[in-house]
C-alpha cells in the first residue's frame, strides 16, 4: 500500500504555537524514561524541568491536566497515522485520503454555530485556535473496523467552544456537520453516505473535557486526511465519532440523525462507545489490531469498555443498558 509520509499544510499555526516535532520525539524520549524509572531522581527533576522548558511560548502545546488525557502507551508511527485513514469524502480505501486530500483548500476557514444559543454565529479559524490554550492529548483512537491506534493531538476541550456559544437550557445535543465539497473530495460524488458527513453527542458528553477539539497532531497542525483544519476526537467511542473537518456546529434539542445511522442504523447506534461486550452485528469487538504492530504472530489485544476511558465518563452512563444504547 503506498504511504505517504509527508504532511502538507499551507495553513500551519504560528510556529510558536507548537512543540516542534524534535523537541516533541526529545520530550516523549525523557517521559518515557521518567516511566521505566530508569533516570535517577536528580535526572527526573532536570528532565521534567528540560521538558517544560522546552513547551513554552504564547501557544504551546503542554502536557494536559486532564484526566486520562495521556497515555504512556507508544504512539503509533507518524508514517501510519496519516496513511491508514478514513476519510470517505475521498474514498474508501485506507490510501485513498492520503492520495486525494492534499487538494483540499483549508484557508480560509470557518465554524459555523447555530441553533439553541444565546452566541450564535461565525467563527474563523485563527479566532476558533485562541479560544483555549493548546494541549496535547495522547489517546487510544479504537476504529469500529477493529484495530487502533495511539495518536498525540493538539487541541482544547471541546467545552470551551461549547460555553463561548452559551447553549439554552432546551439544547440537549451537539450536531457536528462536516466539509462536502465535490469539487475537492472525490468521494462526494458517490453515494456511500449520505453527504455531508454528520455526527452528535449528547451535551454532557461534548462537554465532558476528554472531548477534544483538535487542531493539530505530532507537534504540527493536522494533515489533511486527518481532518484538517479541525476535527472532534472522542477517545472513549469508535472513531467514526470523530468528525473531521467540520464546518458547522449545531446545538438541538432531539438526537440527531448521524451519517453511519443513515447507512446502517442496526450496525451504527448513536452512541457507539468502545464496547467488548456489544459485537457489530457482523463481526466482534472483543480485540483489536494495534496499527504498527503487524506480522504474522502479533497479539491481538484486548477491547477495554470505553477503550480505557471508563474512570473518567463511565458515569455518563450510570443507569443506561448499554446494549440498547449501542
Ligand atoms: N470524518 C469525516 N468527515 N469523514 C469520514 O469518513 N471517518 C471516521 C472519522 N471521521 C470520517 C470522519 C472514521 S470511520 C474514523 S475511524 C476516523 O475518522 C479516523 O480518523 P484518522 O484517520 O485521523 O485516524
Known sequence: MPIRTRLIDSNPPPSSAITPRAVYEDRRTLLKALALGAAGSALAGWAA?????AMTGPLATTRSSVAGAVTMEKATALKD???YNNF????TD???PARYAGALKIDPWSIEIEGLVNKPGRIALDELRKISPLEERIYRLRCVEGWSMVIPWIGYSLSALIKRAEPQGSAKYVEFVTLADPKQMPGVRSSVLDWPYTEGLRMDEALHPLSLLAF???????????GAPVRVVVPWKYGFKSAKSIVKIRFV????RTAWDKAAPNEYGFYSNVNPGVDHPRWSQATERRIGED???AKRRKTQLFNGYEAEVGQLYAGMDLKRFF
Open 49 to 53: 524541568r528540560d521538558a517544560r522548558a
Open 81 to 83: 497515522a496519516t496513511g
Open 88 to 91: 470517505y469524502e475521498f474514498g
Open 94 to 96: 485506507k490510501d485513498d
Open 216 to 226: 493539530g497532531m505530532y507537534g504540527e497542525a493536522l494533515p489533511r486526511q486527518n
Open 253 to 256: 434539542e432531539k438526537e440527531p
Open 295 to 297: 506480522g504474522l504472530f
